[in-house]
């Protein structure tokens, strides 16, 4: 009975690892088109829309890059941990 729920285990981390990428950069995406929306609504005050536009970008950039550092190392120590299980 362990053998089986250790196999399952082994390879739910990486696709759950997988699912937590893809929802962080599917809700900046969303973020993007919600607060793009926003932006052409709020056209007429000039420049500032904008820039809160850019800072949103650069937020959601840094999140997507911090999450798939995350999701390659967690992947290797997870596969490392397959291969070799007794370290």
Known sequence: LLVPIE????LAR????AVRLFANMMA??????VFGGFV???GLFGFAPFVFI???YALELIVAVLQAYVFTL???VFIGA???PEH
């Not at 900046?28 to 088109?33: A, D, F, I, P």
């Open 7 to 10: 196999i399952v285990s082994y």
């Open 14 to 17: 990486p696709i759950s690892l």
């Open 28 to 33: 900046g995406h969303t973020m993007l088109k």
């Open 40 to 42: 052409v609504a709020l």
């Open 54 to 56: 850019i800072a949103i």
């Open 74 to 76: 967690l992947s290797i």
């Open 82 to 84: 397959a291969i070799h």
